[in-house]
């Protein structure tokens, strides 16, 4: 039971460089995220997809865009990436219902010089 | 808006002994649901425990109990019998009943366990 799968585990980019971090899972869940993690900062909420097709910002949207490819995958991709974006990214999934927590995929280590 | 504050950075906690990390939170949804992650120097992130707003006790798992005040809007973690393995960051989090899907953490807790 492979859970939230995160591809890949790390990456270096240049600045303006662009690329998609991939997220699945096989748990029928039908709501996804994507979150940053910064020292201090907790995690941020970048974006969130409620179901198949649909997609809302969080708190830190810019410089993201997002796919919910279908139920299983939902995408990340920076298209122009900054140093500001070095952080460490993580997928995660959660059935419905108010009391259902989220399970998270194992982080992107991402760092853009 | 939702918003989570952890005013912790860090704690300092003899083994054995137990310790509260704080949580307040702010909503003006009356349905919500607040949650307690365990993310060790390892990474991954391990959910802990849940407490619904309506509901009339405190949740409790295992080593793990929250104090929720409704009325201060607080809900601070209690982990008795700390162990070694306890040592790690402690996040806070909340999900809306109106709109469920976006889930907001704190900053969390850095919880180091002395021998």
């Known amino acids: 039971n492979a859970g939230v799968t995160q591809t890949p585990k790390f990456q270096v980019l240049k600045t303006g460089q662009s690329m998609t971090l991939q997220c699945a899972q096989d748990m029928n869940h039908n709501s996804m995220y994507w979150y940053r993690q910064d020292p201090g900062m907790g995690l941020r909420l970048i974006y969130y997809?409620?179901?198949?097709?649909?997609?809302d910002k969080g708190e830190v949207p810019n410089g993201y865009n997002v796919s919910r490819l279908n139920k299983r995958e939902f995408s990340l991709r920076l298209e122009s990436a900054a140093p500001s974006q070095t952080s460490v990214y993580f997928c995660?999934?959660?059935?419905?219902?108010?009391?259902?927590?989220?399970?998270f995929g194992n982080g992107t280590r991402l760092t853009v010089t | 808006a939702q918003k989570i504050t952890q005013t912790q950075p860090g704690m300092f906690v003899q083994e054995k002994e137990a310790v509260t990390l704080d949580c307040t939170y702010d909503t003006s949804d009356p349905s919500y649901g607040l949650f307690w992650y365990k993310q060790p120097s390892s990474g991954e992130m391990i959910f802990l425990i849940y407490?619904?707003?309506?509901?009339?006790q405190n949740a409790t798992e295992g080593r793990y109990s929250l104090n929720f005040q409704k009325a201060r809007k607080s809900a601070n973690l209690v982990i008795s019998a700390s162990q070694l393995g306890d040592s790690a960051m402690y996040f806070c989090?909340?999900?809306?009943?109106?709109?469920?899907?976006?889930?907001?953490f704190g900053p969390g807790t850095s919880l180091s366990v002395i021998p």
């Open positions: 995660a999934s959660t059935s419905g219902g108010l009391n259902s927590p989220l399970h």
């Open positions: 989090a909340m999900r809306e009943g109106a709109s469920y899907d976006k889930v907001i």
């Open positions: 407490q619904g707003s309506y509901d009339q």
């Open positions: 997809s409620a179901s198949e097709g649909t997609t």
